[in-house]
């Protein structure tokens, strides 16, 4: 028996299962920015709903990702790029789920928000979210297939700025909303939640890079 062969498609087969983990722990991660903002900007309790439900999952697939790549360090010492790899999955996995923990933040405080009378402001979520949700699909893609060129090329792009001028945007409005403060409380936790998912993002992309170069 040919056992470097054989410990190669061991090593093979464990790097693939973590991609995949981490592929799905990116496409959940999409999906609850996606689930938090329809309750949001939608009125989808529904949806906001299963945004808090999901991430159980994301905290088992980061902890399947650790796993993995704990055990890939351990046993089969890769070197060079498949070092990359794995160092920067358990990073990402670990940016990931923070992502989904801010999506259900902003799940519950739309939640909330709904069964309030509604603060017309909160529309300006709408375009953060789209531009968001336009990146993380690109990043994600990017990152299917640690594709430098493309990753590079979507840096230049990924920014806070949007996300912080809307919470500044928050911060001003209690004097037009005096009889609504919880609301707008509210709305400043959404756009800071907003925030930090778009650094996660920018962490996100800085990880893929170290990785595909």
């Known amino acids: 028996m040919n056992h470097d062969a054989h410990t190669l498609r061991e090593f093979d087969a464990a ?48 902890m399947t990702v650790d796993r993995e790549g704990l055990h890939l360090l351990a046993f089969f010492s890769p070197v060079a790029s498949d070092l990359k790899v794995v160092l920067a999955s358990i990073r990402m996995s670990s940016m990931y789920e923070r992502i989904g923990d801010e999506a259900v933040t902003i799940a519950k405080r739309a939640n909330k928000l709904n069964k309030r009378p509604r603060i017309r402001e909160a529309a300006q979520a709408d375009p953060v979210y789209r531009e968001m949700a336009e990146q993380f699909r690109a990043v994600n893609k990017a990152v299917s297939s640690w594709d430098g060129k493309a990753l590079a090329e979507l840096v230049p792009a990924l920014e806070t700025e949007h996300a912080a001028a809307m919470t500044d945007t928050f911060t001003r409005l209690p004097e037009q909303y005096q009889d609504n403060l919880i609301s707008v409380a509210d709305l400043i936790f959404v756009g800071r939640s907003m925030e930090r998912m778009a650094e996660g993002l920018q962490k996100v992309v800085a990880e893929a890079l170290y990785a595909a170069s």
């Open 15 to 62: 790097l693939s299962s973590l991609n995949t983990h981490l592929l799905q722990m990116a496409y959940k991660a999409q999906s609850a920015l996606d689930l938090a903002a329809a309750g949001l900007l939608q009125q989808n309790e529904s949806a906001s709903n299963q945004a808090i439900a999901e991430d159980e999952e994301l905290d088992e697939l980061e």
